[in-house]
């Protein structure tokens, strides 16, 4: 469903250098070499730390972002040649922003993409209540999204890319700051969604309670590389004398544990002229 | 692309102008205050002009009438037309990062973005231009066009002043993409639309070279070219070309400078 082969993309930033008016172009790899593959039906958990080259993938995955090397197919199209067609087989939610109106009813941003995606009005009206009563959005569907709160507004941004039913979702770390209820909620709603209906699921999160209940399989990226790709289990192995996954996981950052080879370099530095 | 289909594209873009519209009606308060703002400087720039035109009758062929309905029509034309400077909300997309989801939608960022301004546009058009006008009518009296044709013409003249308007703002607001943050730009711009629109002064009275130059860029098409259509003081068929002109200019702009945004997207954050 989703396969990349040796992805990387470099962006050329302009630094100021000491001297007056001077700027020299330097080269900064957020992901590079990046090769995986996700099997339909699976839930995948995509770690790293801050900067490691997350996002970045997402946006390469969804066509907005072109890779300078390497190839990748998402639902077995070239994601930057056809973004517009890819769209209607992919879902896509950023925890930290929204797709909805929010001046106007939840239930306004919905019919907005039933006409964005050519959705027929039976099936639309068929998947609006299935989602509406999963995600609990009864209450609050006419009701303007900038009063919403953000437990509300998430849910309304997850029903929003799967009212066209693809078969691929990517979230982009979609329980942040919500409370333990409907972190709860969402991870059932997810749970379900991919077991019921086999929609491949891709997850960047920092809370590891998602992982833990959500994915069968997780990869870590750090300096824009894979360093991780295993079950769950596998990951706690990496470690086997931490106790809890936060340490698992925290090693695999700092470079403690034995995936991580290369010496500790942030991104922001990572500079080659 | 067949009829059915562009069918379906267009409705979509009428149902963004749509909630466009419905999205600024929300802010009811600030089209309030922008009416009755509007409406006293109307007033003000009455009188300024009225003694203008009586000191030196004639100028730049208008009369005393024709001055005061100009004034009143560009007070009308504030806020469909964003004399006074409106960014886009784009761009504070662009510098928030937001617009990744806009870029990721199967549809025209362009044509989005100006279906909404669109909506915009009709809304302040209803609220912020005809009670300032009816004011200024009652006051001071008002010359009106004279046939349905001469009306249609204002119409669509008008219709041309928003999209070279949105046509420009709309490039303003993209230019965040290369210089990351609109507010020099967009100084610029509220400087240049206010002064070389007419809004200022009509641009009839700019003198030589000057005059030239006002008469022959996109921001006379905002405000000077349908207050003439308006007041018949211009050939309607040049003066809808040239507005024509310049949208498709401004426009072809910006589906060009789109597509630069779309190959060297830098979004920021997250």
Partial sequence: MIELEGVGRSFTVRRRTGRLLRREKAVVHAVRDLSFSVAPGEFVGYLGPNGAGKSTTIKMMTGILTPTEGRLRVAGLDPSRRRTVLARRIGVVFGQRTTLWWDLPLRDSFELVRHLYKVDRNTFRQRLDELTELLELTSFLHTPVRQLSLGQRMRGDIAAALLHAPPVLVLDEPTIGLDVVSKAALRAFLSELNAERGTTVLLTTHDLGDVERLCNRVMVIDQGRLSFDGTVEDLRATAPDESSIEDVVARLYTGGGTAAAEPAQQLGSSVAQ | ?270
């Fill in chain 2, 1 to 270: 692309m067949p009829a059915h289909r562009r069918g379906v594209v267009f409705q979509l873009y009428l149902r963004i102008a749509g909630y466009g519209f419905r999205r600024h009606s929300t802010y009811r308060a600030a089209a309030l205050a922008g009416a009755f703002t509007n409406t006293i400087f109307g007033v003000l720039r009455a009188y300024v002009l009225i003694a203008l035109w009586e000191a030196r009758p004639g100028l730049g062929g208008y009369d005393v009438a024709d001055a005061v309905t100009f004034c009143f029509l560009t007070q009308a034309f504030i806020g469909p037309m964003q004399v006074f400077g409106g960014t886009l909300q784009l761009a504070q997309r662009v510098r928030s990062g937001d617009v990744a989801i806009d870029l990721m939608r199967p549809a025209s960022l362009q044509l989005w973005t100006m279906a909404d301004d669109m909506g915009r546009a009709a809304y302040l058009f209803l609220v912020r231009s005809v009670p300032p006008t009816l004011v200024g009518a009652a006051l001071f009296g008002i010359t009106v066009p004279d046939s349905p044709w001469h009306w249609s013409a204002f119409g669509v003249s008008f219709v041309m002043g928003v999209l070279v308007s949105f046509g420009w703002r709309y490039l303003v607001a993209l230019s965040t993409c290369w210089i990351n943050d609109d507010r020099g730009v967009n100084a610029l711009s509220v400087i240049l639309t206010g002064f070389f629109s007419g809004m200022v002064l009509p641009l009839n009275l700019f003198p030589g070279w000057l005059g030239a130059f006002a008469n022959a860029a996109p921001w006379a098409a905002m405000v000077q070219v349908p207050a003439d259509v308006y007041l018949g003081t211009r050939e309607v068929w040049g003066a809808l070309a040239f507005q024509g002109a310049w949208a498709a200019v401004l426009l072809g702009l910006g589906a060009f400078a789109t597509a630069g945004a779309r190959r060297k997207v830098v979004i920021q954050g997250g």
